[in-house]
């Protein structure tokens, strides 16, 4: 019953950080259900739960994504996810466990610098097989978007219904890796059953903060959340 409502309350910090900032629930809810549960289970446990986040994101902010850049980065998504998925299955798990801590740490300095990232067809599609990648390997895929994003000048709505947009197909593309790969146990329905009801609740609170809060202000907020996340995914392995 802990390990549930432990569970519950990082979904819900989770959803909370995405609804406000447009990314942040696969980096917060990752390192943190990977001390509570193995990594394997804890990338899993994300993926089904932030599944339904941004698919009502992208039903309520539809006319705000872009859908040609959302197509070329999904396509793309599906070509990196089968290493990702291999990652998943053949790391051991404390070596998966660093392997998502260094990504979280990487994601904040990358978010944090601003950096952009080269937006033509080239770009966007080496964008798009790394989101693949880091999907299904650290469910941790949004840093890479964020960058590119920025390079595309979206204002706030836009940023956030257009990542919703990505997110939603490279988690389907994930679920369907997960479910081949036979990654989707008792133990992680449990988990994300008891958690799913965090979502609405944290994009609800999250939305009440989304217009009284400057972006920028917010993202300084997740990233000093997800230096803590990374620090406890290390301090995890190390134990």
Not at 85 to 109: D, K, M, Q, Y
Not at 126 to 149: C, I, R
Not at 179 to 199: F, H, K, M, N, Q
């Amino acid at each position: 019953m802990l390990l549930l409502i432990v569970a519950f309350g990082i979904v819900l910090l989770s959803a909370f950080a995405q609804s406000v900032s447009g990314f942040g629930f696969a980096l917060v809810a990752v390192p943190l259900l990977a001390t509570a549960v193995d990594p394997r289970t804890a990338v899993v446990v994300a993926a089904l739960t932030n599944i339904w986040l941004t698919v009502v994101a992208v039903a309520r902010d539809h006319r705000h994504v872009r859908w040609r850049v959302t197509g070329a980065l999904t396509a793309a998504a599906l070509i990196g996810a089968p290493f990702g998925l291999l990652v998943l299955v053949t790391f051991p798990e404390r070596l998966l466990s660093a392997l998502i801590a260094v990504v979280v740490l990487g994601s904040v300095v990358l978010v944090w610098s601003g950096a952009r990232l080269r937006t033509g067809t080239l770009g966007i599609g080496a964008v798009g097989v790394l989101v693949g990648v880091l999907t299904t390997a650290t469910g941790t895929n949004g840093p890479p978007l964020v960058a590119a994003f920025h390079s595309l000048g979206y204002d706030p709505r836009t940023f956030r219904a257009t990542l919703a947009a990505v997110f939603s197909g490279a988690g389907l593309i994930a679920l369907a890796g997960f479910t081949l790969a036979g990654r989707i146990d008792t133990e992680v329905l449990r988990l994300s059953l008891a958690a799913l009801p965090a979502v609405p609740l944290g994009w609800w609170l999250g939305n009440l903060v989304f217009d009284r809060i400057a972006p920028a202000v917010f993202r300084r907020i997740v990233l000093v959340g997800l230096l803590g996340s990374a620090g406890a995914a290390l301090a995890a392995v190390a134990a």
